[in-house]
């Protein structure tokens, strides 16, 4: 099964987020996805905020957080980094030159909701021309017509919302979602299926229907609770690297 | 497409088609736009889809007016003011009274026309995020009279001054939830908005209080909130008044894109608006996008716009004395017409809002919100710059009773203790206010 799973870069500070890295690689992470904290991360749910707001408050500039993007890659050279984050971290630098910026960390591509597909500021222009993926993000709320336009676009890879709202809630694989999951795939985009993924009962299910399946706040959600003392935060890299296994099932 | 150039008055006259008049594609010149997630596209494009067709219906425009008569009380008077006309020593001075529409404030034009709009899509449940609570108030007021559930997203900070609004919505049924992620103010509350709606736009409209957000929001404010312009525009012609300029406060600027929409086209009419200047210039001190020097392009909260942001893109604090006024970004719309010189900006310190609060309070008989009174000061500043047989309109967005619990503790701080601290021992006691009474006179 592959396994996308995510962390976000400098929480709960630069260290333990990079033993964070080490331990979803370890667990069976075949692809990191690293979160550069924003302040108004609308499309998050309470745990990627709470986590992204410690992160800013430490001080964790975009320069900052690809720095520890740059070393993770340099501990697994083998394991793609997708960098996800909104628009206006993207937007304010120059969309080159951000692009450029995740380029020289040794990021394979870009997550970035609140840029549409069909208006991205020339984030996917871009990307192609740096060699990254922009990945954009389908929802099942969209309409066919909007869904299959993505889908013909000719993305190498879809990430697939596959809950009506934002991170952080359970996830039921029902046909519904089947038939969602299948219509993102249709232009031969590989899917990223994941938002809400707890266990490894849920991600066995899903893993038979998408190229990769993401976990992210479940694992925020360990460092959450963990993060106010050193030993919470050993405990919570050992417990992530657990969780990890048993979503990749191994 | 979003060509929202209809008014709902039968009175208005039907707008211009310029791109700084009305979005093309959501666009106002390069600002505005529909920047989110796909998550919450849907509600946007079905909303859009549904204001299209409603601002045509005739009924949806007749049952629009009637409550916009008997329910706002509209029109609101545009007032000669004759003693601050004689002390500024300059232009005439009249204020638009949108203080006196039902629930205190311009925010009620909106409201109810996102309400019944909200209402005509089959939707029961409302959100709405709010700052100072004037637009939260508005929409719970809207919600009570037309049986609809409302939330209410509100910041912590916000929530502790403005309590006077929170405790008012209550009454009017609805739930107010304090949003204590990031900076506790009103881009948070927006931000909370958001997620709610994304999870819950089956059945649920987020009534956006402001004209900025993703299009198709800011086509639907400034035609829900063209009718103070249009009645000031038909009240100034009913009685020769010749106007050199018109005012408004600029928060995120639904007050102002409503007074200002009908004169855009007319260039003998000087567009100014006033922007919170906060304690000073420096980053985190204000709120000014169009004056300010942390200011910058960006994309934050679906559209583009002049926000308060750093060089990475993470928003800045803001500060201002009016919690209405205290926002990183401004709407897309006004950001076009600040950036092609029709609208004309200008900072307005804390102390000088409060200068402007007192003159007017003093010398007209009328209290103005600390929002407003922004623009009651850039018009204390300018009059005298314009001939005195033309007129300068301040529009009025809201009335000062809100402000009580800041206004007080500046101008009578003993007197607002003592009240407090007498207020608080009796509730304490759990006294009844009439046995407290007769104890005071005792």
């Known amino acids: ?250 | 497409m979003t060509h929202a150039t209809i008014t709902p008055t039968p009175q208005s006259a039907v707008g211009a088609t310029s791109h700084l008049t009305t979005s093309d594609n959501g666009f106002f010149d390069k600002f505005g736009g529909k920047y989110v997630a796909e998550i919450i596209r849907r509600p946007l494009d079905d909303l859009e889809a549904a204001f299209n067709k409603y601002i045509h219906d005739p009924e949806f425009l007749e049952e629009l007016r009637i409550i916009q008569r008997d329910y706002i009380g509209r029109e609101t008077p545009l007032y000669f003011a004759p003693t601050a006309t004689e002390l500024l020593g300059g232009a005439q001075i009249y204020i638009k009274l949108e203080g006196l529409a039902n629930t205190g404030a311009h925010k009620i034009n909106n409201a109810i026309g996102q309400c019944l709009l909200a209402k005509k899509m089959g939707k029961t449940r409302i959100i709405a995020e709010t700052g100072a609570g004037q637009h939260g108030l508005a929409t719970a007021a809207a919600c009570a009279k037309l049986g609809l559930e409302c939330v209410v997203y509100m910041g912590e900070v916000d929530v502790r001054r403005q309590q006077p609004n929170v405790a008012t919505m209550e009454m009017y049924g609805a739930k107010v939830v304090p949003v204590t992620s990031g900076a506790r103010t009103l881009k948070d509350a927006v931000n909370e908005a958001m997620r709610d709606w994304a999870t819950n736009f089956k059945n649920t409209h987020y009534v956006l209080g402001s004209a900025l957000g993703p299009a198709p929001f800011p086509d639907i404010v400034r035609t829900f909130q063209s009718i103070i312009g249009e009645e000031v525009k038909r009240q100034a012609a009913e009685r020769n008044i010749d106007i050199a300029a018109v005012v408004a406060c600029v928060g995120g600027g639904s007050n102002s894109i409503g007074v200002f929409t009908p004169f855009i086209e007319d260039k003998n009419v000087r567009l100014i608006g006033a922007e919170a200047g906060g304690i000073g210039p420096n980053k985190g001190e204000n709120a000014a996008r169009m004056t300010g020097n942390a200011s910058r392009e960006g994309i934050l909260q679906g559209y583009k716009s002049r926000f308060l942001i750093d060089e990475d893109g993470q928003s800045l604090p803001t500060r201002s004395i009016s919690a209405g006024l205290d926002y990183m970004g401004i709407g897309p719309q006004l950001a076009a017409l600040g950036e092609s010189g029709r609208v004309e900006f200008t900072a307005i310190l804390d102390k000088e809002a409060l200068e402007a609060v007192k003159f007017f309070a003093r010398n007209e008989g009328i209290l103005f919100a600390l929002e407003s009174a922004h623009a009651g000061a850039a018009a204390m500043k300018i009059a005298k710059e314009l001939p005195k047989d033309k007129a300068l309109v301040i529009n009025m967005s809201g009335r000062g009773d809100k402000d009580i619990f800041i206004t007080s503790p500046v101008f009578r701080p003993e007197k607002w203790k003592e009240f407090l601290k007498a207020e608080l021992k009796r509730l304490e006691n759990n006294e009844d206010i009439h046995d407290a009474e007769i104890m005071t006179r005792k």
């Not at chain 1, 962390?7 to 979160?35: M, R, Y």
């Not at chain 1, 628009?87 to 910026?101: C, D, H, Q, R, Y």
């Not at chain 1, 013909?152 to 046909?175: C, M, V």
């Open chain 1, 1 to 250: 099964m592959n396994l996308m799973s995510h962390l976000i870069a400098g929480f709960p500070d630069a260290e333990t987020s990079i033993a964070i890295a080490d331990a979803l690689v370890k667990g069976g992470a075949n692809i990191l996805e690293i979160q550069l904290a924003f302040s108004d991360p609308s499309a998050d749910g309470p745990a990627i905020q709470t986590a992204s707001t410690i992160a800013l408050d430490k001080g964790y500039s975009t320069k900052q957080g690809l720095e520890i993007v740059r070393k993770i890659h340099e501990r697994h050279p083998e394991t793609p980094i997708y960098i996800m984050t909104y628009g206006s971290l993207a937007f304010t630098p120059g969309i080159e030159n951000f692009v450029k910026m995740c380029k020289d960390a040794g990021v394979s591509a870009c997550i970035i909701p609140d840029l549409p597909f069909d208006g991205d500021e020339g984030l996917t222009e871009a990307c192609k021309k740096h060699g990254l993926e922009n990945i954009p993000v389908a929802a099942p709320s969209m309409t066919k017509k909007r869904l299959e336009m993505m889908a013909s676009k000719g993305f190498k890879y879809i990430y697939a919302a596959l809950r009506a709202g934002t991170t952080g809630s359970e996830t039921t694989i029902d046909q519904a979602t089947l038939d969602f999951i299948d219509t993102v795939g249709k232009g031969g985009a590989k899917v990223l299926g994941g938002f809400g993924i707890r266990n490894g009962e849920q991600s066995k299910v899903l893993s038979k229907h998408v190229y990769a399946v993401v976990a992210g706040s479940v694992f925020v959600n360990i460092v959450l609770n963990n993060a106010d003392t050193a030993e919470g935060r050993a405990k919570a890299i050992a417990e992530i690297e657990a969780k990890a296994k048993e979503i990749a099932g191994k």
